[in-house]
C-alpha cells in the first residue's frame, strides 16, 4: 500500500517531482522521505530511482542494499544492486581506482553470482593486473553461463595459455587447439597464442605470410612477443620482414621494425653462453645500423618520432657495464633524430623572467614502483617554492596520478603523437626536466633523446645510463654506487643522494596468514620474488646449492606475463638444482602474480628472501623487509646490483651483505634454519626502517641539486 501524499509529505514531493522529470528534485526529496521513513519501500524505490536517473551510483546502492536486506530473496531488487554495484566498478575503474572497483566488483557477484557483466569486469581488471591465475575462475563461470559466446571462449583460452602456474604444457595445448579450431579466429591472434605456448614457428609464419603494410595490424606487437617468449632469433626475423613490407623506414613504423631486427633480445637465458653470444650480437646489429642508415637512408625515412621508439630494458639485465652500447646506440638515435626533427634538438630558446620552472616526465606516475620511489621528489621541488608540472604519459591515469597531481602545479594527463608530446613539453620552456625511469618506456626514451628544457637529468628507475647526449645529469644514490660508477654512465654531471634516495610511502602492514591460507608449502622457504628477467644465470648454481644442502626446503618464485619464458627459466633451474643433487619436482615452487598486499603477506610466511646478483631488490626489498623477511645479498660490479647492499648496511644488518656467491648461499641456509636468529634480524629491521623509509635527509640534498641545476639553466632557485 502507498503512503498517502499528504501536503508537505516528501515522499508526495519526489513523486511529483519524478513524475514532472525533474530528477534532482526528485532525489532530494526522496532522500528527506527516505530520512523520515526508513522501513518504506516505496520511499526507497524512488530514491533508487531518481538517483539512477541522476546518475549519482553511488547514492543509489546504500538504499539499494537496505531494499535487498529488506527483502533477501526479491530477484529485481537482488539483481538492481548488483548491476548498480557493477556499474560502479566500471566507472572507477575508468577513473584508475582498481582497488575501488575491484571492490565494487566483489559485492556485485557477492549479491548475484551469475551477474555475466560484473563477472567479466573482475576478471578484466585481474588479467590487467598480469593476474591470471586470478582471472580464470571468473573466466570459466562466465564461458559456462554463455557457452556460445565465442569471444569468452577466446578470452578464457587465452587466460590459460597465459596462466603457466599449474599443468601448463598440457592446459596450453588445450587451449591452443581450442583456439585453433574456433570459427573466424583471426590468424595473428592465434599467433599470439602460439608464441606463448612455445610454438615460434608457427607464429613467425604468421608474420611471414603478410605480403603488404595493410595487412600488418599487430604484427609488430607480435614481434615483440617473440622476443618475450625469449624466441629472439624468430623475433628478429619477423621484425626484419615487417621492416621490409615498410621499405625500411620510408612508411612507419619501418625503421623501429629495422632496429628491432638487429637488436631484439630475449628475457630469459638458457645458460651463460646464450647471454654473452645475444650481446655480441647486439653490438653486431648496432654496427649494421650504422651501415645501412647514413644521410641518405635517413633523408627516405619518414620523419616520425614514432620510427626510433625503441627500448633497449633487456640489455640492462646481462650483467655488464652498458655505457658503451648505450652510447653507441644514443649516439645513433641523435643521428636519426638530427635528420628527422632538428628544432626538437635544437638549444633552447633564451629564458624570459619568472619563477623556476621544473617537470617530471614518466608514464609510471600511477601505482608502481616507480611512482613508490619518486612521487616525494614532486613534492620536494613543489616545496622549494618552484613552478612544478608532472608529464604522465598514457594510457594509464589512476588515483595515483591523481594524488601527485595534487602535489605539484600542473598535472599533465598525455596520450598523443610523440611529436606532439614533444612540442607540448618544450613549450613549457621548462629549466629543468627530471625523467626518473628514463629507459624502461620506448616513448620516454626518444623524448629523453630532445631538448624539451634547458637542463634534463635522469635517475635510477631504470637503473643504466641514458646513452643520451641530451640528458646532462644522472641524480642516484651515493651508497648504491661503486667506486668506479663513473665509468658506467655517460651522462656529463653524476650527483649522488644519502640513503634510499627518497621518502619512501610504507604500504598498509600486511595481514598475518598461514601458509596453508597462502597455498603455501612446509618447510624452510627461499624467496626469489624477482621477475624472470631478472634472475641472471649466475643465480642458479647458488640456488642448487641451498635446496641440495636442505632437502626440506622449497625456492619460491613468481612467474611471468609472459609464460614461455617462465617456462624456460623454471627448466633452467631444474637443471641446476639436479645437477646439486636436489629435487625441482619438490623443491621449487613458482606461484603466480599477486596485487602488492598479497606479495606482502607471502614474504611475511617465508623464512628469508634469496636476493639476485647482478640486479638486486629494490622495492621488492623494501617490501621484504617491512615484512620481517631477511634479505641475503651480496654487492654487484654496478648500482642496479647494490640496492639491497645499501638498504642493509643502512640498517645495520651488514652480516646479510655476503662477498660471493657461496657465502651467500651459506648466509641463507644458516638464517633460514634458525628461527630466533630471524626474530632478531626482524626486530633490528623494524627498528632501522622509519630513518631508511625517512631517506636520511636526501630530500634537502635532492632539493639543493635541483638548485644548482636550475642556476646553470639561468634560473634563481631562491
Known sequence: MREPAVPGDPLGAARAA?????????????????????????????AVNSALRCDALARAVPWLEALHRAHPGHPQFTRMLSTAHNNLGARQQRAGDATAALGSFDHALAAWPDNTDALFNRAKLALAAGQTTTAL????RLSALAPRDVAVGVLLAETEIADDIADPPLRAREALARLAATPGIDRLRLAFAQADTGDGAGALDAVLALSDLMQAGNAGALAHRLAE???????????????????????????????GARLALPMVYRDLAELETHRAGFAAGLDALDAEYDAVALARCAPRLEQLQWANFLLAYQGHNDAPLMHRFGTFTGRCLDAFAPPLRAPMPPRRPGAPRIGFLSSAFRHSTVGSYFASWVATAKSRGWRVEVFQLGPTFDDFTTRIGRDCDHL??????????????????????????????????????????????????QPTTSGSDRIDCFIGCAGMEPPDARAHYVEPDLRWLPGIGTHYAAPVPPARRSRAELGLPAGRLHLVPQSPFKIHPDTDAMLGTIAAAD???????????????????RERLGRALRAAGADPDRQLRFLPLVPRQRFLEVCA??????????????????????????????????????????????????????????????????????????VELARRIAAGLPDLLAGGGAMNVLGDHFAALLTEAGADPS
Do not use: K, Y
Not at 19 to 46: C, H, I, K, M, T
Not at 229 to 258: K, N, T, V
Open 229 to 259: 617468449c625469449s624466441d629472439a632469433a624468430r623475433a628478429r626475423r619477423a621484425f626484419d620482414h615487417l621492416a621490409g613490407l615498410a621499405g625500411r623506414g620510408r612508411e612507419a613504423p619501418g625503421l623501429q621494425w629495422a632496429i
Open 412 to 461: 599533465h594527463r598525455l596520450d598523443a603523437p610523440l611529436d606532439a608530446i614533444a612540442g607540448m613539453v618544450r613549450g613549457r620552456e621548462l629549466d629543468l626536466l627530471v625523467f626518473p625511469d628514463l629507459g624502461a618506456d620506448a616513448r620516454v626514451n626518444v623524448l629523453g633523446a630532445l631538448r624539451l628544457a634547458r637542463r634534463q637529468a635522469m635517475a635510477w628507475g
Open 605 to 678: 610466511v617465508c623464512d628469508v628472501m634469496v636476493d639476485t646478483p647482478h640486479w638486486s631488490g629494490g622495492n621488492t626489498t623494501i617490501d621484504a623487509l617491512l615484512s620481517g623477511l631477511p634479505v641475503i645479498t651480496v654487492p654487484g660490479a654496478l648500482m642496479r646490483g647494490r640496492q639491497s647492499t645499501a638498504m642493509l648496511r643502512a640498517l645495520g644488518v651488514d652480516e646479510l651483505v655476503c662477498p660471493d656467491a657461496a657465502a651467500q648461499a651459506a648466509t641463507a641456509l644458516a638464517v633460514a634454519g634458525d628461527p630466533a636468529r630471524r
Open 18 to 46: 519524478f513524475a514532472a522529470g525533474d530528477w534532482p528534485a526528485a532525489l532530494a526529496a526522496a532522500q528527506a522521505a527516505v530520512e523520515r521513513l526508513p522501513g518504506s519501500v516505496d520511499a526507497l524505490v524512488l
Open 551 to 569: 632437502p626440506d626446503s622449497v625456492v619460491l618464485l613468481f612467474g611471468s606475463e609472459r609464460p614461455r619464458s617462465a617456462a624456460l627459466l
Open 137 to 140: 575462475p571468473d573466466l570459466r
